[in-house]
């Protein structure tokens, strides 16, 4: 099996990193976490890379003096430089442009801590408390020129408990983005996803026992 070359952008700890270098560590998995690039040489997640001997890269944003589109050529140039096939996004703190989108259109994906299309942007735990909504979850996109958007591969939910805080809601949305962004890129990394409109086809069965409802 030909598995993807895959690079990490991570901006700080990499805590989502860290979840698709345990799942690529299986020799079965179809992606192989070849490069991690940072736009900050301070974020922690290099370090933990360097620990798994993991490539990596820094593209500093501030050595670019507020032109974005040279920063991400810089990136992309990094990239293809690895041979990397497929790119994720994981607490990668920097609002694309359309360049780098569309140069790795339906190549990169991202992940977001809510339920898209609620609550894009920061203070996600906050926000899901102040609106008083039941679940809460975390999603897998592929990136578009928006942020926060892009057709949905994997979503994740958990209950909102009546006791809960933004950092006990936080807390159970990151043990689920563990969970499923290693999933959606094993469905990318093998060809199962399928774009049609806004929609991403997986083949996933449709039982209505499925279901997550809460209360119960």
């Given amino acids: 099996m030909s598995r993807k070359r895959t690079a990490v952008l991570i901006s700080g700890r990499g805590s989502n990193m ?16 070849a490069l991690i690039v940072s736009n900050r040489p301070d974020a922690k997640g290099l370090e933990r890379a360097a620990e798994f001997g993991i490539p990596t890269a820094v593209v500093d ?52 801590p809510a339920l ?28 578009s020129a928006e942020m926060d958007d892009g057709p949905i591969i994997v979503q994740g939910a958990v209950p909102v408990l009546d006791h809960d805080t933004a950092e006990t809601l936080a807390a159970r949305v990151l043990e689920v983005e563990h969970r499923i962004y290693p999933k959606a890129l094993e469905l990318v990394a093998t060809g199962k996803t399928k774009v049609t409109g806004a929609r991403v086809l997986t083949g996933a069965a449709s039982e209505s026992e499925l279901q997550l409802v809460w209360p119960d």
Avoid: C, Q
């Fill in 116 to 143: 898209l299309p609620s609550f894009k942007g920061l203070a996600t735990h906050e926000r899901a408390l102040d609106e008083g909504v039941k679940i809460h979850g975390a999603t897998v996109h592929f990136v």
């Fill in 61 to 112: 944003h501030t050595g670019f003096a507020g032109d974005r589109e040279a920063f991400e050529r810089a990136i992309d140039a990094v990239l293809r430089e690895h041979r990397i096939e497929l790119v994720t996004l994981a607490g990668f703190m920097r609002i694309l442009t359309p360049y780098l989108v569309n140069a790795w259109s339906g190549r990169m994906i991202n992940i977001h």
């Fill in 18 to 33: 860290g979840a698709l270098i345990s799942a690529a560590m299986e020799p079965s998995y179809p992606a192989e976490i």
